[in-house]
């Protein structure tokens, strides 16, 4: 296979569905970023794949991400 790019970013990351902040332990939980498809993503798909279906901002999903505090 080819390289398809030497640098791009794959997803944009949405706080605006943040719930408020957990502490479970020694963790910190996040939960509600959204996750979208980047446009450099969305190009990269599209011109690997044939197609136009993939547009800068597509959901993906909902992460929660968990840090490690202590």
Do not use: C, M, Y
């Not at 605006?16 to 190009?43: C, R, Y």
């Not at 136009?52 to 597509?58: E, H, Q």
């Amino acid at each position: 296979g080819k390289v398809a790019a030497a640098n791009a970013f794959l997803f944009e990351l949405h706080g605006g569905s943040l719930k408020p902040l957990q502490l479970e332990g020694d963790n910190a939980i996040l939960t509600g970023t959204t996750v979208h498809i980047s446009e450099d993503a969305a190009g990269l798909l599209n011109k690997t794949f044939g197609t136009d279906a993939v547009k800068r901002g597509l959901l993906v999903g909902t992460a929660t991400i968990t840090a490690q505090i202590k």
